[in-house]
C-alpha cells in the first residue's frame, strides 16, 4: 500500500547485486557482502538486522561510497552513483549518515554551532546570517537549548551528541539517511525523544532511511521493512509486522527470541 | 537470613568541592548467596561508581563513606586494614567489566594470562587443568584453544566468558557484572545472562547485574534497585517493581519501553534531565516529576511497604503511585 506507492516514486536508494571483498591473509579475497539487492522508497525505512560481524556497518558504509565495491551499482534519487567527485558531490547533496558513536563522529574542536553551520554552508547557496538562523533551527528541532550551541563537545552528555550528530544530519534536509546504531549508546528515556524526532522528519520530509540495529524494539517502532542480513547474504526481507511476527528462517526466530530476552 | 553482601549507608563524594558532591547517597543494597540482584539506571546514576566503591577501586578524587555497615560474605569492611580490603578482591568479591576487549591484555595469550591469576596453582600443568576446568564451566566447549589464543581472535562472547571465568578463579562469595552485555549483539547476550544465571544458581554466588537494560533485568534478576542521580528511589522484587512501578521515574522509564506499542506511534515524553547540580535536601527527581509539590524540597525517606525481608517494597517518593491501580507494564 504505502510502501508500494513509495516504491513508485524514485527510490531515495537502490542497490543491485552489490559485492563487497576485504583483502585476507596471503592476497586472499574474503567476502563480506554477497549479491546484496535493496530499494527503499521516499518516505520508506528499511531496517537491516543481523548478529556482529554479519557485514550491516559495511552495507551502510558501502552504500555511501565510504569502503569500495567489487561489483554491483548504487543508486541515490534515481541517480548511479560513480566513483570520484561527481559521486561525492551526490552523497553530499543528499545522504546524511548518523554513525553509532556520537563522540567519535563529532570534531572535539568545534562548537556545536560550528558543527551544525559546516553542513549548511558546503551545501552552498546560504549567507552567513542563513546559515546560523538554520543551525539554530536544526538545533531547535532536536529540542537542543540555543545555549548549549557554544558548547564543545566534552560538554555534552551523550544523549546531546548524539542529538546534534542528528540536528547536523537534518540540517541541510537530505533526502537519504543512513542510521547506524543510532540510539544503542543512549538511555531509555532519551532513546523515546529520538524516536519520535525520526518518526517525525522521516514522515514529513519523505525521508528514505536506512537504518542499521541490533535492537529489534526500535526496528519494530521505526521500520517498514526489516532485512535479516546473515555472514554477509540475505536471509530473509519483508514487511517488519511479518518478519517479527512469522519468521520464515530459523535464524531470525533465535534473533528475535534473543532480543525479547527469552532465555529458555 | 544472611546476605553474600550487605551494604548499608553507602556513600560516594568528590574530594575538593565544598560542599562535597554526592555522587551516591546512602545507598542500601542486600544480596542473598546465589540470588542475582539487578541495579538499573541511566548514565551518570552512580551504579558504576557503587560497584568501584564495593571494590575500593574508586579513582582519585572520589572517596566512599560507609554510615552503617558493609559485610562481605561475613567480613565486616570497616575493621579491615588497607592491604586486608585489597586481598578481598577477586577472592571475596570479583567483577566484570563492560567491554571485554578492554579488559584483557592484547599481547599475551589467554594461558598466559590465566596462570598469572592462577597464583595457588603449584606448577605449569596444573594451572593449565586448573584454566581447562575454569573455561569449560562457563561454557567454552574448546578450552585448548581459547587458551592458546590472542583476544583478538576471540569473539565478544568468548571474551567475556573468559573474563567471568577469571572472575571466578578465585571462587568469589559475590561477583559483581558491570554493564556485561552492552558491547554485545542479542545473540550473545542472552548467552552471558544466561551464563550469569547459572553461575549464581550452580555455584551460590550472589551476582549484582548492573545494567540500563530493564530487559537484562527482567530477564534474570530476582530483586531490582532502580538508581537515578546517586539515589536509589525504588527497590523490591524484579516482578512486584516492573508491574507495578510505584516511583514516578520507574513509571517514566518503564513507558519508554518500545515493548507493544503501536510501531511509529509517539512514544511518551519524559521531560530531559537537568545537569544543574540537586539540592542535597531535596528529592534528586523533582525537577523532571509531574507530582512534585513542596513536599518534594525534602528528600523522601526510603518507605517500606509490605511484608519485611527481601520481599518488601521500598519508595522514597512523597507521592508514590498507588499499588495496582495502573495496568501493568508490557514489558517485552
Excluded at chain 1, 538486522?49 to 555511501?64: N, Q
Excluded at chain 1, 519523505?206 to 519494530?220: E, P
Excluded at chain 2, 545507598?27 to 564495593?54: C, F, M, Y
Excluded at chain 2, 577477586?90 to 589467554?110: C, H, K, T, Y
Amino acid at each position: 500500500m504505502e510502501t508500494d506507492s513509495a516504491l513508485r516514486e524514485v527510490p531515495g536508494l537502490r542497490v543491485d547485486h552489490l559485492e563487497v571483498s576485504y583483502r585476507g591473509k596471503g592476497g586472499t579475497r574474503i567476502s563480506v557482502l554477497h549479491d546484496m539487492s535493496l530499494a527503499i522508497g521516499a518516505g520508506e525505512t528499511l531496517a537491516v538486522v543481523g548478529p556482529s560481524g554479519c557485514g550491516k556497518t559495511t552495507l551502510a558504509r558501502a552504500v555511501v561510497g565510504l569502503i569500495p565495491s567489487d561489483a554491483g551499482t548504487v543508486e541515490i534519487l534515481g541517480k548511479r552513483l560513480d566513483r570520484g567527485s561527481k559521486g561525492r558531490q551526490l552523497i553530499a547533496s543528499c545522504c546524511h549518515f548518523v554513525f553509532q558513536d556520537p563522540y567519535g563522529s563529532l570534531n572535539p574542536r568545534q562548537s556545536v554551532r560550528a558543527v551544525l553551520e559546516e553542513p549548511i554552508r558546503l551545501k552552498g547557496g546560504s549567507s552567513a546570517t542563513q546559515c546560523r538562523i538554520r543551525a539554530e533551527e536544526a538545533a531547535r528541532r532536536v529540542g537542543l537549548s540555543p545555549s548549549l550551541l557554544t558548547r564543545y563537545p566534552h560538554a555534552l552528555s551523550g544523549g546531546q551528541r548524539q542529538r546534534v550528530a542528528l540536528a547536523r544530519a537534518l540540517a541541510t534536509e537530505p533526502k537519504l539517511l543512513i542510521l547506524d546504531e543510532p540510539t544503542s549508546a543512549l538511555d531509555l528515556t532519551v532513546q523515546a525523544q529520538i524516536l519520535n524526532l525520526l518518526l517525525e522528519v522521516i514522515e514529513i520530509q519523505r525521508l528514505s532511511t536506512l537504518l542499521i540495529t541490533h535492537d529489534m524494539g526500535v526496528v519494530r517502532h521505526l521500520a517498514d521493512r526489516v532485512l535479516v542480513l546473515r555472514e554477509g547474504c540475505i536471509e530473509e526481507e519483508g514487511p517488519s509486522a511479518e518478519i517479527l511476527e512469522n519468521p520464515r528462517s530459523r535464524f531470525t526466530q533465535q534473533l528475535n527470541l534473543a532480543s525479547l530476552h527469552r532465555l529458555d | 537470613m544472611t546476605f553474600v553482601l550487605e551494604v548499608s549507608g553507602l556513600s560516594v563524594a568528590t574530594d575538593n568541592a565544598d560542599p562535597p558532591n554526592c555522587v551516591v547517597k546512602d545507598l542500601d543494597l542486600e544480596v542473598s548467596p546465589g540470588e542475582v540482584v539487578g541495579i538499573v539506571g541511566e548514565s551518570g546514576s552512580g551504579k558504576s561508581i557503587t560497584a568501584l566503591a564495593l571494590l575500593d577501586l574508586l579513582p582519585r578524587g572520589l572517596t566512599a563513606h560507609v554510615a552503617r555497615r558493609l559485610v562481605i560474605h561475613g567480613i565486616d569492611v570497616a575493621t579491615l586494614s588497607h592491604g586486608e580490603r585489597r586481598r578481598l578482591r577477586g577472592a571475596v568479591i570479583s567483577v566484570v567489566f563492560q567491554e571485554p576487549a578492554a579488559a584483557l591484555n592484547p599481547v599475551r595469550s589467554i594461558r598466559a594470562q590465566f596462570s598469572e591469576l592462577l597464583t595457588s596453582e603449584f606448577g605449569a600443568a596444573a594451572r593449565y587443568s586448573a584454566s581447562i576446568s575454569l573455561l569449560e564451566a562457563v561454557g567454552l566447549s574448546d578450552p585448548r584453544r581459547v587458551l592458546a589464543s590472542y583476544p583478538f581472535e576471540l569473539s565478544g562472547g568468548m571474551k567475556q566468558r573468559v573474563l567471568i571465568a577469571m572472575a571466578l578463579a578465585k571462587r568469589p562469595a559475590v561477583l559483581l557484572a558491570d554493564e556485561p552485555t552492552t558491547a554485545l549483539d542479542v545473540l550473545a547476550r542472552a548467552e552471558i545472562l544466561r551464563l550469569l544465571s547459572d553461575v549464581a544458581r550452580t555455584r551460590g554466588v550472589g551476582v549484582v547485574l548492573i545494567t540500563h537494560d530493564i530487559g537484562s533485568i527482567r530477564a534474570i534478576c530476582s530483586r531490582v534497585y532502580v538508581m537515578y542521580k546517586g539515589r536509589i528511589l525504588e527497590a523490591g522484587p524484579t516482578q512486584a517493581v516492573l508491574r507495578g512501578p510505584r516511583h514516578p521515574y520507574t513509571r517514566a522509564l518503564l513507558n519508554c519501553i518500545l515493548g507493544d506499542r503501536p510501531p511509529k506511534s509517539r512514544l511518551p515524553a519524559v521531560p530531559m534531565a537537568d545537569d544543574s547540580p540537586t539540592d542535597e535536601h531535596g528529592c534528586v527527581y523533582v525537577s523532571r516529576c509531574a507530582k512534585a509539590t513542596r513536599a518534594c524540597a525534602v528528600s523522601p525517606t526510603i518507605d517500606v511497604q509490605g511484608p519485611t525481608g527481601s520481599a518488601s517494597r521500598k519508595v522514597a517518593c512523597w507521592h508514590p503511585e498507588p499499588s495496582a491501580v495502573h495496568a501493568p507494564v508490557d514489558l517485552r
